[in-house]
């Protein structure tokens, strides 16, 4: 078996291993792959990206080329830059070897998925969508959920490195449902946000002290993940850092409904989501963290959440 320098087994002791895209959540997935003892070749668009990775996992990580890896995983932010690094005049399908495995941990468009996974079966390639949930902070503690999407046979083979960063693993359906669904849950995600801050935001309004009436909200029937989970770590604290931003959100949104829309449905609670996040977006800037929406809220009220 191949080992770090610490002398863990690699989950994937047959297998090189690439990694593309070493951003909020990329970097510390990679971080997991290496520290459970699979040597990693990293790339990103920003050559001081790597540098600082590679110089922070020494024995694990290593800058090189990654379309000589029999794995690449890839964790972009877009479909239009997947379809670069993977469809492009020198994108991975031009150079990766038959029974390579392609796995899009990033928040892709589903058919833009299914589609990659067409191209790439063509030349004996295996693609398995499989994003993620549960932010940065549940990414360092190796705690995430993963969607997988593709054949079961690539899934299985590599099932052991997913498992280095993720508490579960869900075998969704063929390739592009991962990200169908990962949309589908970003969506009901985000209403449950917005309905939280609006909850709140009313009831400052009417002189409730938000951590009293959050603390009805989580032991009653409204409670949600945003209650549970991000109201007070990040909007009553005035942290605004879960490490996902607005903009990336307003993507997902508009993943979900452009899904439903092709299904031939029409969401209304979801489009009146989209228009709400969108004016939010355009106020506060793609970059602010989602949890910056509330700040348009309490703008509009005259109060503020502490």
């Known amino acids: 078996m191949t080992a770090d320098l610490s002398g863990r087994s690699s989950p994937l002791p047959d297998h090189r291993v690439g990694m593309i895209g070493l951003g909020a959540m ?85 058919a833009r998925t299914q589609a990659l996974a067409r191209a790439a079966a063509e030349k004996q390639v295996a693609v398995v969508d499989a994003p993620v949930s549960g932010g940065v902070a549940r990414a360092i503690a190796r705690d995430l959920a993963v969607m997988v999407g593709g054949e079961a046979a690539a899934i299985d083979s590599i099932r052991p490195l997913l498992a280095a960063t993720a508490r579960d693993i869900i075998h969704v359906g063929p390739a ?46 409204g409670r949600n993940q945003a ?31 452009d899904l439903a829309r092709d299904c031939g449905l029409h969401l209304g609670l979801g489009s009146a989501l989209r228009d709400a996040w969108a004016g939010a977006v355009d106020e506060l800037g793609a970059h602010a963290d989602q949890t910056e929406v509330v700040r348009v809220l309490e703008r509009a009220a005259g109060v503020e959440l502490r």
Request: negative net charge; aromatic residues 4%.
């Open 26 to 110: 990329g970097s510390p997935i990679a971080a997991n792959f290496v520290g459970a003892g699979q040597p990693l070749t990293v790339f990103d668009a920003d050559p001081e990206v790597v540098d600082t990775f590679v110089n922070a996992h020494r024995g694990g990580a290593s800058a090189g080329d990654v379309g000589e890896c029999d794995v690449i995983v890839l964790s972009l932010p877009t479909s239009d830059i997947v379809d670069d690094v993977v469809l492009g005049d020198r994108g991975l399908l031009t150079v990766l070897r038959p029974g390579s495995v392609i796995v899009d941990m990033g928040s892709s468009i589903p």
């Open 176 to 221: 592009g449902s991962a990200h169908a669904a990962k949309a589908l849950n970003n969506l009901l995600s985000a209403v449950g946000l917005f309905a939280a801050s609006e909850a709140l935001v009313t009831g400052a309004k009417f002189g409730i002290d938000p951590t009293v009436l959050l603390s009805v909200l989580n032991m009653s029937s």
């Open 227 to 257: 209650t549970e989970t991000k109201i007070e770590p990040y909007i009553l604290s005035r942290a605004f850092d879960s490490g996902f931003t607005a903009g990336l959100m307003a993507k997902d949104i508009g993943i979900a409904l």
